[in-house]
């Protein structure tokens, strides 16, 4: 599977839940090749914006979408990563933060 061809897989599904793409598409597609690549790597789609252990159960928490992605989204407009954020700032009506905190503490 390519980036692109995951990114098409994804946004519609997605878009239902609430979760816009980065309107950056290089900055998108980016991404989800990290998420391939990490998939391939380990067996699952780790957040490549995160050190994976290789070890699924102890890397849970930024299998993607991270355990994070819904509470960033909602307090800071994007995720941690910038692949998804909410619909202002995919429309262009919102800036988001550059940086969020990192939150992720391994089991």
Not at 22 to 49: A, F, M, Q
Not at 82 to 107: F, H, M, N, S, T
Request: aromatic share 12%; proline share 6%; with cysteine.
């Amino acid at each position: 599977m390519t980036a692109e061809e995951l990114y098409a897989l994804l946004k519609p599904t997605q878009e239902k839940k609430g979760f816009y793409f980065n309107p950056d598409h290089d900055w998108t597609l980016d991404v989800l090749n990290g998420i391939l690549t990490n998939k391939e790597r380990y067996g699952y789609g780790s957040c490549p914006c995160r050190l994976a252990t290789g070890q699924r159960e102890r890397d849970r928490e930024i299998v993607c979408p991270c355990a994070f992605r819904e509470e960033d989204t909602a307090r800071y407009g994007r995720c941690y990563c910038l692949l998804y954020c909410d619909q202002a700032a995919a429309e262009g009506r919102k800036k988001v933060p550059e940086v969020i905190p990192e939150r992720w503490l391994r089991a």
